[in-house]
Nanobody, 121 residues
Framework: QVQLVESGGSLVQPGGSLKLSCTAS????????MAWYRQAPGKQRELVAR???????TYADSVKGRFTVSTDNAKNTMYLQMNSLKLEDTAVYYC???????????????WGQGTQVTVSS
């Protein structure tokens, strides 16, 4: 059973930093792309950062220069280093991946359960 599990969310003051992680586990043949999304109360879920495995990263304009996404491919783990956090960064952060489960012949999309990031003074 493939699953994505996020961790690292917490309460942090404005200007602070957090590092989130997401690990994909289970019978995975290949991961094509991993991404971070977030959803704030009353708002739609939005893309934060996307990292094709072996490719170049993209970021939402709102986080460029502050957030850095990376992967440890051997561990099937994606990270999101968040610096200079702002109040508007408060959201549930979700891990997303396009991957091929063993036994399948096509990419499937998976979501993690989310981890809460609260930026507050």
């Amino acid at each position: 059973q493939v699953q994505l599990v996020e961790s690292g969310g917490s309460l942090v003051q404005p200007g602070g930093s957090l590092k989130l992680s997401c690990t994909a586990s289970g019978n995975i043949l290949r991961i094509d792309t991993m991404a971070w999304y977030r959803q704030a109360p009353g708002k739609q879920r939005e893309l934060v950062a996307r990292i094709p495995i072996g490719g170049t990263t993209t970021y939402a304009d709102s986080v460029k220069g502050r957030f850095t996404v990376s992967t440890d491919n051997a561990k099937n783990t994606m990270y999101l280093q968040m610096n200079s956090l702002k109040l508007e960064d408060t959201a549930v952060y979700y891990c997303n991946a396009d991957l091929i489960p063993i036994g399948d012949i096509r990419y499937e999309n998976y979501w993690g359960q989310g981890t809460q990031v609260t930026v507050s003074s």
